[in-house]
């Protein structure tokens, strides 16, 4: 329910928002499991990001469930591997970089009660593209 002050929700852009921050949820677990299953040194640090990712991704394709929206299927790659473990790593923060800024343009579109969720969504990932090796950023999200 919206508060009085809250405007009506525009459903369609905060769809294809949605639909956008699954496409790159879908592209973190690929990439996770793919760096996870050929990079021993990363495998630990990994499990615990495809955990994030998994529960995250399985989140939003109830949203989008609820709201009766075919989310469609993930795509069999996102792009060539990372051919070691440094690739790996910037690789991860990218999409960590790119899943922050879609957070972010999820956050105006959802009713006031549920912006300290979006906000957080949108720290969560710039904690994780900063762990990953991206610089840290004044405003997360904001390319």
């Known amino acids: 329910m919206t ?3 809250d405007p009506a929700p525009d ?8 639909l956008n921050q699954l496409e790159l949820e879908h592209e973190a ?3 996770l499991g793919l760096v996870g ?3 021993a040194a990363l495998r630990d640090r990994v499990a615990d990001e495809l955990d994030r990712h998994l529960a995250q991704r399985d989140v939003l394709l109830a949203v989008l469930d609820v709201e009766d929206v075919d989310a469609g299927a993930p795509r069999a790659s996102y ?3 990372p051919a070691d473990a440094d690739a790996a790593r910037l690789a991860i923060a990218d999409v960590e970089r790119r899943l922050s800024a879609a957070c972010l343009a999820i956050v105006p579109l959802l009713v006031r ?3 300290g969720d979006g906000v957080e969504a949108v720290a969560v990932a710039a904690r994780a593209a900063v762990r990953w090796g991206e610089s840290p950023r004044a405003f997360p999200g904001l390319d």
């Open 37 to 39: 299953g050929r990079e």
């Open 113 to 115: 009660a549920e912006r």
């Open 3 to 5: 508060a009085a002050s």
């Open 79 to 81: 792009g060539v591997p």
């Open 29 to 31: 677990v690929w990439l």
């Open 11 to 18: 459903t369609g852009r905060l769809v294809g928002a949605r």
